[in-house]
């Protein structure tokens, strides 16, 4: 990570305060810290297939897991 999670804690709300917007790209969902989750307006969202990762993106609160779990999997490769 560019950013340990400390610093994203800290930074995060600040930002979005000032009207920001912050955007984060991973693959990896499980390495980002849970206020990254909480804090989410929008979430943009490929077919992801590791359990884990599903679970780390179910916890954002912008739907309910079912439909997050169901997207996840069954998108798309491409």
């Known amino acids: 990570m560019y950013m340990e999670p400390r ?5 995060l709300p600040l930002i979005r305060h ?3 917007n ?3 790209i991973t693959n990896t969902p499980g390495a980002l810290p849970d206020s ?6 929008n ?10 990762d599903i679970d780390q993106v179910k916890n ?3 739907t309910d ?6 997207f996840a999997s069954n998108l798309r490769e491409h």
């Open 7 to 11: 610093v994203i804690d800290e930074l």
């Open 18 to 20: 000032f009207g920001m």
């Open 22 to 24: 912050v955007f984060f």
């Open 36 to 41: 990254v989750f909480r804090l989410m307006d």
């Open 43 to 52: 979430l943009v969202m490929t077919r992801i297939l590791n359990k884990r």
């Open 60 to 62: 954002c609160g912008l």
């Open 65 to 70: 897991s079912d439909t997050i779990e169901g």
